[in-house]
Structure formats: C-alpha cells, structure tokens
C-alpha cells in the first residue's frame, strides 16, 4: 500500500481505517512489553535502549539504509509479552525482557551499539523509507514500550490525565481533516463548534455575567499570559501572586516586560487575605489558583476578590486544575467566587481527560479579548469581514492552530457536564479515601487532607534520620526501578517554616479505586526503608 496516502478527500477514510489498525497492534504490543507504568533504568538506559533497538550503522553512506537493514528503522520483532513477576506489592511488573527494559539492562538487539555513540542515534534522516505499515507498528511499539502511562494507577507523579478514548477518536476526525482554525474558509464548521463550545464554557465560569466569552489555548501557561496581557492592555501593570502560584505567572510577566510579581505568603498552601490587602494598590493584577500544583488546595477566592475590588485591581484565577469541578454539584461550592475574577484559565487535559493540549481562556467582559484584534490581509481581511466572514485571527495569539475545540466539544456531547463532574467526584472521593490510608499507615505521614485530588505524603524514616534527600532519593528509585511515577513537592513545614521535601500523588484516573493505590503505599515506605539502610552502609555517606 502507499505510504504517501491521504488521511482526507475521497478514499482518506478507507486509509485511515487500514493503518489505525496497525498502529493500534504496534501500541498494544508496546504496553506489554512495559508491563508497568513507565520503562526502568531511568533516562541512560531507555536512551540505550533505543540505540539497541536501531543496531549499529553499517558502512553504507548515511541515508542509504535499505528498509529493515540494520540501522535503518527497522526494529527487533516486539518480545512475547512476559509473565508478571509476584512482588509483595502487588504492583504489575514484567520481567525485564522487553525491548525497552531487558536491552537497556544489558541485552543486545542484533548487533549492540559501539561505544560512544550518541544515544539518540546516528542523527541520519533515511532517505527509503520502510512503508506506512511498518514505520506505524515499528515505532508505535516501541513509542508504547517506552511511555510513561498515565492510564497506569501506579503513574500519578503530574496533572497527567489518562484521555478518555472517545477524545482520542475525535482528534483522529479532526487531525484527519486538518482545518486550521486561523481563518473561516479553513474551518467553516470546525470554527463553528468552536464558538458554541467557548461560549458554554464562558457561561460555565460566568453564569450570571452579560457577555462572557471564552478562547481555546494551549494550557495554562497560554491562558495565565493572556490573563496578564489583558490587564497590561487595560492600564494593569503590577502583577501579584500568592507563593503557591504557578512559575508560568512570573515567566509571562517577564514574556509581557511586565515587572516581576509580588509574592504574598500562603499558610497551608493558600493565599492569605489580609497579607494580599497590605501589599495591593490600584493597578495591580492578582493571580489567585484554583488548585495549585504542589496540594490541589484552593485560594480563598471571595475575599480575595473583595479585596481586588476594594483596590480598585484586577483579578485573575488561574483554575486550570480545579476549574472543572464546576461541572460537579457537589465540588462546585468550592469554586465560588470564581465569577468574580476578570480572567480564568482552564485545563481539560487534567480534569477533562483530553489529549495535550486542551486549554481554556474565559474572559467575563467578551470587550476585553478585543486586545487579540490583529488584522492579516490574506486571513481576515476589512472587506470580508464586513460581508459577514467570522475573524478567527483575533481568537488566539497563535496563527495556526489545531481544532482542540473538537474533540473537548465531542467529550462534552458524549458526557455531558454531570458525566465528566462524576468523574471529577470520583477522583476527588479516591483521594480522600487514600489520604486516611496514608493517615493509617504506620510508614507514612500525611501534609494534610486533600481539597481535590492530590494525595501528600512523606516517609517517616525522613523525619527520624534520612530527611529530604531520601525522600528524593525515594522518588527516582521507584522511577528508575520502573515501578511507579510519584511527584515531588517542597513545602514550608520545617523547622521555622523552612522548606520540606514531599512525595505526591495526583489521582486523575476515573476508574482507579483507593485499593489500586494501596501497595503504592507499601512500596513507597519499603523504599524510604530499603534507602535508609543503603545510605548508612554506603562508604560516602559514613
């Protein structure tokens, strides 16, 4: 079959449905090649591992490989999937003889790699390619072999959401037809569903507001420097910002020659009112969260937006982990005050189980996005806009940009806002239920009860002798080890409020149950014991 087919026109579904197959066998066969949550030995093996899987070049002319030869992409057949090994944790394991993980250990793929070799490997673009078959399978597998998987309980280190499989679908649609939604005649229907999508999503954050609206963005990095770019358009020159803020709030005052933030104390991961009020004047933009990434714990928005109004300052609340347990009747009281703020930013790639990128801009004057207005004669030209052409250009600070809003759009058609608001529930109720585990366990000490789905914890062997470098130490023998994806949090709960070192959970699978995570629990105490005992036997750390 041709490998240079059309994924569009007529016969491009035909296409699609003869190689989606493929990749999906090359995919399956990588997972199980995995068998865990991500591929052990840390970056230097899955980086050998690769070089492995490729083999040594041959003597020929760069770019002259014939498919399947040796050095070409051509890769070792996918290992029979393994039996799991029986640890004491409960936690799914292959034995190490994958692709990935075997051959990273040690375990040649044909011939190895000579020594020296750039791990990435020779750097040669093939000038033959191998075929659509076989470059999908190839490279699916071994893509699969060597993921990260966030549908794996045991991988919960980000705000990394396993996507929901109907989202995926839909990005294929969409990725298929490729409208680019710079302009109508790219994207007549596609820029259609777009408006309808925002505009709900800008009445989701502002019920009662006259004309909200709302923009798709690439995350909150993109929506937090819109929602600073809108203030410094409105005369707002000061940003301020609780400590526990996101670092994209301080790169994007330095992106807009913005000066740097003021930073106002937090007490429990929160911003405190009354130290917010000592610092504000007019002219300033507050950029308050909706979940911060260290706890998930939210900012107490109704009085920080009394004081933004008593100041005469803007407000922005960075919601991008939390805004969309405005979807849940039971979650959503606790984002209220939220429709106070100038600006919010949401993400559906974390609570909203989209594919990367799924971010959200809403604005609760629709006036304010006018400071997007750009005008590009060949895109949104004065004529065809006043003949009635939708000007897309003035939706974005991107030119082209994919039609996300399709597969949120299709998501939402398939859910409903109570469907993914139950999903929401779920993951939040998980994480209360893991948190009195961890509370339970005599290994583990919890930093608080969990606001949404963030479960914080810490060794106890920490306290008594290994402090903050075996709690890190901890973390990266569970990655390396291939056994689990936890995250890493410092957090003022030392002595006179110094910095502590924390491991963290972020639950963001819908279908995990507290019992999934439980022998994570074990583990993650094994391995505080387990590095203990290594660094007090070590020559340097005696």
Not at 57 to 74: D, F, H, M
Not at 207 to 216: K, L, M, N, R, S
Not at 323 to 348: F, I, R, Y
């Amino acid at each position: 079959m041709r490998a240079d087919g059309l994924a569009g026109g007529h016969g491009g579904a035909d296409r699609l449905g003869e190689l989606i197959p493929v990749a999906l066998r090359g995919m399956a066969a990588g997972v199980a090649e995995r068998g865990g949550p991500v591929p052990a030995g840390g970056p230097a093996a899955v980086a050998a591992a690769l070089v492995a899987e490729r083999g040594e070049p041959g003597p020929v002319a760069a770019g002259e490989i014939e498919p399947g030869e040796s050095g070409g992409p051509g890769f070792a057949p996918a290992a029979e999937p393994t039996v799991a090994d029986a640890r004491p944790t409960g936690l799914h394991r292959a034995a190490p003889t994958s692709a990935v993980r075997g051959r990273a250990a040690g375990e040649p793929a044909g011939r190895s790699a000579p020594a020296g070799r750039e791990a990435a490997g020779s750097g040669a673009l093939p000038r033959r390619g191998v075929g659509a078959e076989a470059a999908l399978e190839q490279l699916s597998r071994l893509l699969a072999a060597g993921s990260a998987d966030p549908g794996d309980p045991a991988c919960a280190a980000h705000l990394h959401c396993p996507p929901l499989a109907v989202s995926v679908a839909a990005d294929v649609v969409a990725s298929a037809l490729n409208p680019s939604m710079d302009s109508w005649d790219q994207a007549p229907v596609a820029s259609e569903l777009e408006r309808e999508f925002t505009t709900g999503i800008a009445r989701l954050c502002y019920p009662g507001a006259d004309h909200p609206d709302a923009v798709v963005t690439t995350g909150g990095t993109e929506s937090n420097l819109l929602g600073l770019l809108l203030a410094r358009e409105n005369g707002i020159v000061q940003p301020v910002c609780g400590a526990n803020a996101h670092h994209s709030v301080a790169r994007a005052a330095w992106l807009l020659g913005l000066p740097a933030p003021i930073v106002v104390p937090c007490e429990g991961d929160r911003m405190l009112p009354d130290a917010l009020a000592a610092v504000l004047t007019p002219g300033c933009v507050v950029v308050a969260t909706a979940g911060t990434t260290n706890t998930g714990t939210l900012d107490p928005l109704p009085e920080i937006a009394g004081i933004c109004r008593r100041h005469e300052a803007r407000l922005h609340v960075d919601a991008a982990y939390g805004g969309m347990a405005l979807c849940s009747e039971p979650l959503k009281s606790k984002l209220d005050g939220l429709d106070l703020a100038d600006s919010v930013a949401l993400d559906l790639h974390k609570f909203g189980w989209q594919p990367v990128a799924a971010g959200l801009f809403a604005a609760r004057e629709a006036a304010d996005l006018g400071a997007l207005t750009v005008r590009a004669e060949y895109l949104n030209a004065d004529d065809d806009t006043e003949a009635g052409l939708p000007d897309l250009l003035g939706r974005s600070i991107r030119t082209s940009r994919r039609p996300d809003a399709f597969r949120m759009a299709v998501t939402v058609h398939a859910l409903g806002t109570d469907g993914l608001g139950a999903l929401v529930e779920r993951c939040c109720a998980t994480a209360t239920e893991l948190a009195r585990r961890v509370e339970d366990h005599p290994g583990l000490r919890l930093w608080g009860p969990p606001e949404l789905s963030t479960v914080v914890l810490r060794p106890v062997v920490a306290d008594e002798a290994g402090g903050d470098e075996l709690v890190a130490r901890v973390r990266r023998a569970l990655l390396e080890a291939g056994t689990a994806v936890i995250g890493r949090a410092a957090l003022p709960t030392g002595p006179a409020g110094a910095n502590q070192l924390w491991l963290k959970l972020t639950l963001l699978h819908p279908h995990a149950t507290a019992g999934d995570y439980l022998p994570l629990l074990d583990r993650i105490a094994a391995t505080a014991g387990a590095e203990l005992v290594a660094g007090r036997e070590s020559p340097v750390a005696s």
